[in-house]
Nanobody
Framework: QVQLVESGGGLVQAGGSLRLSCAAS????????LGWFRQAPGKEREFVAG???????YVADSMKGRFTISRDNAENTVYLQMNSLKPDDTAVYYC????????????????????WGQGTQVTVSS
């Protein structure tokens, strides 16, 4: 059974930083991309960043320069480093996994993803 468990969320002031972690278990993830999404109240789930087993990563344009995704394959863990946080970054952040099945591009549509974590709340105060 695949499990994705997020941690590291919390309350932070604007301009601060947080690092989210997602521990994956239950299968071999070498053919999977791991990604982060977020969902604010009343808004659709939004792609944040994704990373392949090789380490090739993609960060959504609106977050480039502030957010960084990384992956520890030995620990089956993916990280999201978030710097210069803004109140608009307040959301529940979800970890997700998708089988790439030969695809080159990391999917950005949430419906493409096969597995999801339970989410971790990030609140940025002004």
């Amino acid at each position: 059974q695949v499990q994705l468990v997020e941690s590291g969320g919390g309350l932070v002031q604007a301009g601060g930083s947080l690092r989210l972690s997602c521990a994956a278990s239950g299968r071999t993830f070498s053919s999977y991309a791991l990604g982060w999404f977020r969902q604010a109240p009343g808004k659709e789930r939004e792609f944040v960043a994704g990373i392949r087993w090789s380490g090739r990563a993609y960060v959504a344009d609106s977050m480039k320069g502030r957010f960084t995704i990384s992956r520890d394959n030995a620990e089956n863990t993916v990280y999201l480093q978030m710097n210069s946080l803004k109140p608009d970054d307040t959301a529940v952040y979800y970890c997700a996994a998708v089988s790439l099945a030969g695809r080159v591009e990391i999917p950005v549509a949430p419906e493409k993803y096969d597995y999801w974590g339970q989410g971790t709340q990030v609140t940025v105060s002004s």
